[in-house]
């Protein structure tokens, strides 16, 4: 009886604590399995719970976007897929999308309506977006079959026709025109300047080298120092590349190719882009000898001397200045570079009545 007393006892005191909801929900929560699955998956960490529920949305989008990149097409639609939401030109950074009317789109990384890059001579006519490994290919390998080295020899006469050598001179030259087996090349005037050439004190010989060491003996066609250019010709029977000048200046923050000789260096090619237009003062050259009045297209492409009279190209390969002077810090480095820009180049050719051709040749 004692005992039975003592388990009434308890008893009452239970329900006087619990609620007889609190009771029955105890009494469900030990006999439901599922319940108990459910607590046990709540009570997981915040971060692994994220993890779960990122990884189930990243499976769901990739199957999404696996279904809409195959264009999946619904019964009685066929779609129809428009650029008009695409920027024009080419895309080479990041996905471009392209809708249909229906709501499905697929990604590709260049828009549908130009294409993909078409490079031309490294550079892709659509967007002039630039393939530098393939341009300097094209550059090392065809292009600077147009680099020349302009030599000058002074000498004077002597008794019975000998001649003693005063002077050598070199800079860098570009193959412009080929007739026949005559070949042109612009330079500049200071170039193939001495002062013979207005004094007649001494006989003055020009010779060009070309990209793979070949001299040839040449002739002065034309020279203006108002423009520090000229022209001289060689004649040979080899095929070289003749350059094309391109048909208007360049414009800042155009990419520019300088091809010569800075310091001795055979075929150097250095790139840079276009500064802007500036007037330049030269030290120590006499008026005969260069005598720029006009605005010069600075770029910052490396040069040297020895790069006077060197092609300054664009994206295109095609001339839009010739290398004519320098800026140096004072311990010798290249701080700024100058071309006579291709207006003036074009100018100096009617000045001269010298026939230019506008197709380029290899």
Known sequence: MKKLALLLLCL??????????????????????????????????????????SESSSSEESSSSSEESSVIVPPGHTHSFTDSVVAPGCVDKGYTKHLCDCGYYYLDTFTSAV?????????????????????????????????????????NRAFAGLESVVGVSNGSGAIIKHTENEYYVLTNNHVVYNESLEES??????????????????????RLASYDLAIVKFTSEEAYTVLSLEGGN??????????????????????????????????????????????????????????????????????????????????GNNVGSYAIPVEKVYEFFERVSFAYETEATE
């Open 12 to 53: 009452v005191l239970i329900f006087s604590m619990t609620s007889c909801d609190s009771v029955l929900d105890l009494l469900l929560s030990e006999i439901s399995p599922s319940n108990s699955e459910s607590s046990s998956e709540s009570s997981l960490p915040e971060s692994e719970s994220s993890e779960q529920s």
């Open 115 to 155: 294409g993909q890059h078409d490079f031309e001579s490294g550079v892709c006519t659509v967007c002039d977006e630039v393939d530098y490994a393939e341009l300097i290919n094209i550059i090392s390998t065809n292009t600077i079959k147009a680099n020349v080295t302009v030599k000058s020899k002074y000498s």
């Open 201 to 222: 004190t001494s006989h003055t010989t020009y010779f060009v080298i070309d990209y793979i060491g070949t001299e040839y003996q040449a002739t002065l066609v034309a």
């Open 250 to 331: 360049s414009e800042a923050d155009d990419l520019v190719i300088s091809l010569g000789q800075p310091e001795g260096q055979s075929n150097t090619i250095t790139l840079g882009n276009t500064v802007g237009y500036t007037r330049v003062a030269l030290k120590d050259t006499k008026a005969s000898e260069s005598n720029v009045q006009f605005n010069v297209l600075h770029h910052d492409a490396y040069i040297n001397s020895g790069s006077s009279g060197g092609a300054l190209l664009d994206a295109k390969l095609n001339i839009i200045g010739i290398n004519y002077a320098g800026a140096l810090d004072e311990d």
